[in-house]
C-alpha cells in the first residue's frame, strides 16, 4: 500500500487493522479512483469551486456579473462556511458565503445534481442566512439584503432561460414586492434562451463544458487548473472522499445487517438468507451470533 493511502488513511481516521488482504487492496482502489477523479475536477466540483472563489477578484468579478446593480466595495469571504441551530437541529454548509462591506448577503452554490428539491433548498439556504445574522445579534428591521444563488449545468424550471430571479411578490398585485430584501437566483449553464449576454453567457458556457476565449473565464480556468496542482488541495480532498466512502460502507452495512436480522427473526435459515440473498455467510453469521448474545 502507497505511503500516499496510507496518509489518507490516517487523517481520514480509517483504520486498516483487521482487514484481509482483499480488503486492503480495495481500499488502495479506491484511493487510486478518487485521486484519478481529481485530475479531471473543473468549476462544477463544489471542492473546486469553493477553493478558486476564495480570490477576490474572481468572486467580485463574478458577483458583479450575476448582480450588476449592486456596488460591493469590499468583501469578506467564508468558504464552506457551517451554520449550526442546535445540537438535533439541522444545518448547513454554505459553498461561498459573502458579507459585503454594507452587511449584504450573499450565498452562492454550486449546485450540479438535480435532486428535485432546489427551491426549498433555497428556501433553507435563505432562512440559514437570516438565522446567523439574528444570532450575532442583528434586530429584524436592520436585517440586510440577501442573496442566494444556485449555479446549476441543468435547467430546473425547464423555461430555456440562463437566469431565474425570483423575489417575493403579491398574488393580487403583481407590481407590489413584500420589501424583505431576500433574492434568489438560480442560474442554468444550459438555457437556450437569448436572456444574458457578454461574461455571465461565457462564464455559465464554461460551467456547462463548452470552451470560451473570454478573459475572465481563461483566469478562472488557470485558477482551476492551478487548484489542481495544489498537494495539500488535493491531500485535503481524498481524505474528505475517502471519510464519505467510509460513512457509506458503514450505512450499507448497518442496513444489510438489519435485513438479515429480521430474515433471521422470521425463521429464515444462514444458509437460505446465503442463497437468496447473496450475503456472505459469514456476515450472516455473525448477525446470528449477536442475536444469541442479546437474546
Known sequence: ??????EILENADISLEGLSEEGKENIQVK?????????????TSDFIFCKVMQDKKLLRELIKMILPDIEIEDLVITAQKSVELGKDIHGVRFDIYVTSDDGTVIDIEMQVL????LPRRLRFYGSM???????????????????????????????????????????????????????????NAVGTADDVHGKLKEFLNYVAGKH???????????????????????????????RD????????????????????????SVDEIVDFCDYPA???KAVQESLLVTQ
Open 1 to 6: 500500500m502507497s505511503d500516499l493511502t496510507k
Open 31 to 43: 484511493v487510486n479512483n478518487i485521486s484519478d477523479e481529481w485530475e479531471h475536477l473543473g468549476i
Open 114 to 117: 438535480n435532486q428535485g428539491n
Open 129 to 187: 442566512c437570516d438565522s446567523d445574522l439574528l444570532d450575532k445579534g442583528v434586530v429584524y428591521s436592520k436585517l440586510k439584503d440577501s442573496y442566494v444563488i444556485a449555479i446549476c449545468p441543468f435547467d430546473y424550471y425547464k423555461k430555456g432561460l440562463h437566469k431565474y430571479t425570483f423575489t417575493n411578490r403579491c398574488h393580487e398585485a403583481d407590481d407590489l414586492e413584500m420589501g424583505d430584501g431576500t433574492t434568489k437566483i438560480v442560474l
Open 212 to 242: 470560451s476565449d473570454d478573459e475572465f473565464v481563461k483566469k478562472l480556468d488557470e485558477a482551476v487548473y492551478k487548484a489542481r496542482q495544489n498537494k495539500e488541495w488535493r491531500r485535503e480532498y481524498m481524505t474528505l472522499a475517502m
Open 245 to 268: 466512502l467510509e460513512n457509506q460502507e458503514i450505512g450499507k452495512d448497518k442496513r444489510d445487517r438489519e435485513k438479515i436480522e429480521m430474515m433471521l427473526k422470521k425463521g429464515k
Open 282 to 284: 459469514s456476515l450472516v
